[in-house]
């Protein structure tokens, strides 16, 4: 292990084990004095964050890029604090901390016995949905996670989501695949962030009016297990309790090969995230290249 690889992992460490035992208005305190911190810095991840706002608001001013730039640090790091604290909620504190729309998309689909896709941006939080699941529902889910380096940061955070009462598959496609598929046919749940591949096995989607590519793994799942595909947007408001809304089934097309079927469930899944990021651009919490304009190779020297 690196020395910058241990000292990324003796952060987050320090994070779990402190930020936990301070009481809520200290911990939203010191996150957004954190993000105004980072946010004046300018780093490469406010200035990617402020290049993906351009696109999903393309009339706003450089002064509106910059306060959408601040709210949006603001956002991630409430996701920070309140992910560095929620192994401590109480499961009351969980089950009132999110206030999801039209849930009976799922629950009907989970009762239709042929379980059920969830499909989310990295909007909000997405821990604390799935806890919501868990705790308030009480529906066990199963969803993946990629590998990070070093080894010991990827099993705290699978050791974190595993507390949350999450069922976490390295992201190692066929094996992980197999799984969620098996899980699916037995009536199961299954949780995954998909609004960004860089993979070659990637989806390429009209989003925001330009190119992107999202993961084939929800469309794929759908197809063959029978799932019902549901999109997830969530955000967050003025109060403590996150919001949230379940959109309609994605449905399987009734013609086409596999792939256009596949290309066709992800172009819906795609209008279904960018319509909940147009409503709050602020919590999308993109720091990164997602557009293929972006992705694309340099010419000439470096």
């Known amino acids: 292990m690196t020395a ?7 952060l987050y460490g320090l994070g779990w084990s402190t930020v936990k035992k301070l009481p809520e208005p200290v911990a939203a305190r010191l996150g957004r004095t954190v993000a105004d911190a980072a946010w004046k810095r300018r780093g490469k991840g406010v200035q990617r964050l402020e290049a993906n706002y351009a696109r999903v608001v393309p009339d706003a001013s450089p002064e509106r890029l910059a306060e959408l730039s601040r709210a949006g640090m603001r956002s ?30 799922l629950t009907d689909g989970l009762a239709a016995g042929k379980g059920v896709i969830l499909a989310l941006p990295h909007l909000a939080n997405w821990d604390l949905a ?18 990070l380096k070093p080894e010991t940061l990827y099993d705290r955070f699978v050791a974190y989501r595993e507390g949350l009462g999450m069922e976490v598959l390295a992201h190692s496609g066929a094996s992980a695949f197999g799984t969620l598929a098996r899980r699916l046919r037995d009536g199961g749940l299954v949780c995954l962030v998909a609004d960004r591949d860089l993979s070659a096995s990637g989806v390429e989607v009209d989003f925001f ?24 947007t969530i955000w967050y408001d ?4 996150m919001q949230g809304r379940v959109h309609p089934p994605v449905e399987v097309p009734g013609t086409g090969t596999r792939t256009e079927k596949t290309a066709a469930m992800t172009q819906a899944l795609a209008d279904a995230f960018a319509s909940g990021i147009a409503e709050h651009p602020e919590d999308w919490h993109m720091l990164q290249r997602l557009w293929l304009a972006d992705l694309a190779p340099v010419k000439g020297p470096a």
């Not at 996701?79 to 504190?93: D, I, K, N, Q």
């Not at 799935?130 to 590998?147: C, D, K, N, Q, S």
């Not at 999202?214 to 019902?228: C, E, I, S």
């Not at 003025?238 to 309790?241: E, F, I, M, Q």
């Open 4 to 10: 910058a690889e241990r000292l990324t992992d003796g």
């Open 76 to 105: 991630y790091l409430r996701y920070w604090m309140e992910s560095f604290r929620l192994p401590a909620w109480s499961a009351e504190r969980v089950r009132t901390g999110f206030d999801p729309k039209d849930a009976h998309h």
């Open 130 to 147: 799935g806890a919501w699941v868990t705790t308030a529902l009480g529906i066990p889910f199963t969803t993946v996670a990629e590998r």
């Open 209 to 232: 009016g330009e190119r992107a590519r999202m993961p084939a793994g929800p469309a794929l799942l759908a197809q063959q297990t029978g799932a019902r595909l549901l999109p997830v």
């Open 238 to 241: 003025d109060s403590p309790v």
